[in-house]
């Protein structure tokens, strides 16, 4: 589990925390603010996993120290089932959240099918000229925005020290590398070199970056997925398992991916910040120095892993549109974003954030911070998350050697251009 935040000091720290509330004493959604203050409810739907989400609703629900007369109410919906509910939710208006805790590839989708209201233009234009301009494209769609960037994230090759340390080698900047490596480490303990997760198509992307290939191109409006350096890429992840450098699965990748890495039975694997604070839990980092991360291993065209993140948007039919987005910009706040990474390891959004000193401080968000920097970003299109599923499916069949490479390659392309209609 992640380390938990002591309520009392952050609910003092984040009272301090300032927002903008707006002026007018009428809602655009209809609420009214007694004199002139935010009333009402807001319902935020969080897909935080379990190491996060005690930590963001307490930063939620201390948002009525600012606006007492405002109650949060928080809902932590499982990220796997987020998208396919939020969209249910939002096409009946029945139940719906006001905010919705947004993966950077599912903004544009849901602002194309006109679910999210427009971020306010004061707030568009600190989001323009406050936060990291690869976060803040995540969150427009067609010139305008939608969503304000909670995190940004990309994967990194966590390591445990002291296993590479007796095998006698160094953290692989290559695949080839990592292949000798995890020999070595077999040699040495018996154990696996790397855990690959194969259950989830997210884990796929550095391997297509890597062979200097992509999803799509959507400037052309090609998909790309199964050229030749997509179909390098399926092999290049099946080459790691066939070798017996990494083992996976097909189901509960997240579960068996921790569990292998955090007890010592998996001395590398691939993830981001946000597994920083649950692999401390485990017993191989109880010396919290023995956790390493450097960059994902290179393909044979360079090291490529994803931007991600989170963004925070507001539902176009929310009846509480004035304190929905003052909610959200108390969420992205400086104050809250320090927070969140002196506490769980996740990366600020707002360019400034990264001059204070607990995130100076933190270790883990100075390595990925450049490797942000570096991270190939998506293109952010309506269909992005939509792509991911079929993807998914061919993914693990090529990973497990249910399929070829050739063959998962060619479906999923097959799959894509079903999805994005009149694409070559």
Same mark, same amino acid.
């Given at each position: /589990?992640?380390?938990?935040?002591? %309520?009392?000091?952050?609910?003092?720290?984040? %009272?301090?925390?300032?927002?903008?509330?707006?002026?007018?004493?009428?809602?655009?959604?209809?609420?009214?603010?007694?004199?002139?203050?935010?009333?009402?409810?807001?319902?935020?739907?969080? @897909?935080s996993n379990d190491a996060e989400k005690a930590s963001f609703q307490k930063i939620a629900e201390a948002f009525t120290a600012k606006h007492p007369k405002v109650t949060v109410k928080y809902v932590n919906v499982p990220y796997g089932d987020a998208q396919n509910?939020?969209?249910?939710?939002?096409?009946?208006?029945?139940? +719906?959240?006001d905010v919705i805790r947004a993966d950077v590839g599912w903004v544009a989708d849901f602002a194309s099918l006109g679910y999210l209201d427009e #971020?306010?233009?004061?707030?568009?234009?600190?989001?323009?000229?406050?936060?990291?301009?690869? %976060?803040?494209?995540?969150?427009?769609?067609?010139?305008?925005?939608?969503?304000?960037?909670?995190?940004?994230?990309?994967?990194?090759?966590?390591?445990?020290?002291k296993m590479l340390?007796?095998?006698?080698?160094?953290?692989?900047?290559?695949?080839?590398?990592?292949?000798?490596?995890?020999? %070595?480490?077999?040699?040495?303990?018996?154990? @696996?070199?790397?855990?690959l997760r194969g259950d989830d198509s997210y884990w796929f992307l550095p391997f297509i970056y890597g062979e200097g290939g992509d999803l799509v191109d959507a400037k052309t409006k090609t998909v790309t997925v199964d050229n030749a350096a997509g179909v390098k890429a399926f092999k290049a992840a099946r080459d790691l398992v066939a070798s017996g450098a990494a083992t996976t699965?097909?189901?509960?990748?997240? @579960?068996? /991916?921790?569990? +292998?890495?955090? @007890?010592?039975?998996?001395?590398?694997?691939?993830?981001?910040?946000?597994?920083?604070?649950?692999s401390y839990a485990g017993d191989q980092f109880k010396d919290k120095s023995n956790l390493g991360v450097s960059a994902v291993p290179a393909g044979s065209a360079k090291a490529g892993a994803p931007q991600g993140g989170h963004d925070l948007a507001v539902y176009a039919g929310s009846k509480n549109t004035a304190a929905a987005h003052a909610f959200v910009e108390y969420m992205t706040s400086q104050e809250v974003q320090v927070q969140s990474a002196k506490d769980l390891s996740l990366l600020p959004t707002r360019t400034a954030a990264y001059e204070q000193p607990? #995130?100076?401080?933190?270790?883990?968000?100075?390595?990925?911070?450049?490797?942000?920097?570096?991270?190939?970003?998506?293109a952010w299109i309506p269909e992005n998350g939509s792509l991911?599923?079929?993807?998914?499916?061919?993914?693990?069949?090529?990973?497990?050697?249910?399929?070829?490479?050739?063959?998962?390659?060619?479906?999923?392309g097959v799959e894509f251009r079903k999805i994005l209609k009149g694409w070559k």
């Open positions: /589990m992640r380390r938990g935040i002591a %309520a009392t000091a952050l609910v003092a720290t984040l %009272a301090l925390a300032t927002t903008a509330c707006g002026g007018d004493t009428k809602g655009d959604g209809g609420e009214t603010k007694a004199g002139g203050e935010l009333s009402g409810t807001v319902t935020w739907w969080d @897909t509910k939020v969209k249910n939710a939002f096409s009946s208006g029945s139940e +719906a959240p #971020v306010p233009a004061e707030t568009a234009k600190k989001v323009d000229a406050e936060f990291l301009p690869q %976060a803040a494209a995540s969150g427009k769609y067609e010139g305008k925005t939608y969503a304000v960037p909670q995190v940004i994230d990309t994967l990194g090759l966590f390591y445990n020290k340390a007796d095998a006698g080698v160094q953290p692989p900047k290559t695949l080839e590398e990592l292949k000798t490596a995890a020999a %070595a480490i077999k040699a040495k303990s018996g154990k @696996t070199g790397l855990y699965n097909a189901t509960d990748g997240w @579960t068996n /991916m921790q569990t +292998a890495f955090k @007890t010592g039975e998996a001395a590398m694997m691939i993830n981001g910040p946000w597994a920083v604070a649950d607990d #995130v100076k401080g933190s270790e883990m968000v100075q390595f990925f911070k450049p490797a942000v920097d570096k991270a190939v970003e998506r991911f599923e079929p993807l998914k499916v061919e993914y693990t069949k090529a990973v497990t050697g249910a399929s070829s490479p050739e063959d998962a390659a060619k479906a999923a």
